[in-house]
């Protein structure tokens, strides 16, 4: 009933953005006649070569009016972005009760069935559809956007992807990507399945050996001290692997769609780093170990 109920939600919101879209063209539409109006405006000034108090006062109204469009489009956007932030929400809350109910799809299947090719591809396309923070006019990025980090205390939602640290089969530890089953208020311990190994011992973590992956991307054009630093230590996750190793940053995104650019420390090179390697901003995070091993 309830995977009825969240289809019949999608449905509706599906069809709310689509006419949401459509507004937007109509409102784009709109503004253009006055945008035109104002480049032809500075084009007679310029050939005038003056400023009389015409055109300042004509420009004055044009781009007044230029503004308010702007805002108006700008609305319309941001609510459009909220009915898309509300189908994903949905969406996932449909896959974890079809996975606790025993039901999988083609999109989400039993990891233990799961080709590593097919993982890999999914983590990918986890990593492009993350939604890219817009903030408001001097609005400042939350946490959790880029590289800033969940607030104290935070505590991870079911289904929600974070960087676990967990104690290998040779006994060494180290950072998996895993999936948030459950968190028990009593004992401030997760409970999380390795995302590579579903069937394996589930992991019962302390909240200091959890780290929540970043759930909005930073734009690098708006909100560049959301991201991390050149130099900076981080955790990486290790290009088609589920582990993360610890890694500097060697460029940071310059564009909203570019991945952060990393070296890895690895021993079997002479200055003990790989050469630079892709890493998106889903799956980079705080190193909370500032010591080189």
Request: hydrophobic share 35%; charged share 30%; aromatic share 6%.
């Given at each position: ?15 709310e ?16 006649h ?20 015409y055109?300042?006062t004509?420009l004055?109204g044009?781009?007044?009016t ?5 805002e108006a ?6 609510r ?30 039993p990891r ?10 999914l ?17 400042s ?7 800033i ?23 060494d ?18 409970e999380?399945?390795d ?8 992991h ?23 991201l991390?630093?050149k ?18 940053i ?26 630079p ?15 080189k091993?």
């Amino acid at each position: 009933m309830a995977l009825v109920s969240a289809d019949t939600r999608i449905a509706e919101l599906l069809n709310e953005l689509h006419q949401l879209i459509k507004q937007t063209q109509e409102e784009r539409s709109r503004s253009e006649h006055n945008l035109l109006n104002i480049q032809k405006t500075h084009e007679r000034m310029q050939t005038e070569n003056k400023t009389s108090p015409y055109y300042r006062t004509k420009l004055r109204g044009l781009y007044t009016t230029a503004k308010a469009d702007a805002e108006a489009e700008c609305s319309i956007l941001r609510r459009a972005l909220d009915k898309i932030a509300e189908i994903k929400s949905l969406l996932e809350e449909r896959r974890i009760a079809a996975r606790m109910a025993g039901v999988y799809s083609d999109t989400d299947p039993p990891r233990k069935t799961m080709r590593r090719g097919v993982l890999m591809t999914l983590l990918q396309q986890s990593a492009m559809t993350l939604p890219l923070w817009i903030g408001k006019p001097g609005e400042s990025p939350p946490p959790l956007c880029g590289a800033i980090p969940a607030n104290s205390d935070y505590v991870a939602k079911q289904g929600d992807k974070v960087a676990a640290r967990v104690k290998a089969v040779d006994g060494d530890e180290q950072w998996i990507l895993a999936e948030v089953v459950s968190y028990n208020h009593s004992t401030n311990k997760y409970e999380v399945d390795d995302i590579d190994e579903e069937g394996k011992e589930r992991h019962t973590l302390s909240r200091r050996r959890i780290i929540p992956l970043p759930q909005w991307k930073a734009n690098p054009e708006t909100d560049p001290e959301a991201l991390f630093s050149k130099d900076q230590l981080v955790l990486a996750l290790y290009p088609q692997t589920t582990c993360f190793y610890r890694a500097l940053i060697h460029t940071p995104p310059h564009r909203p769609q570019d991945d952060y650019s990393v070296l890895f420390e690895d021993t079997s090179y002479a200055d003990g780093y790989s050469p630079p390697l892709n890493v998106a901003q889903r799956y980079v995070v705080a190193c909370k170990e500032n010591k080189k091993k």
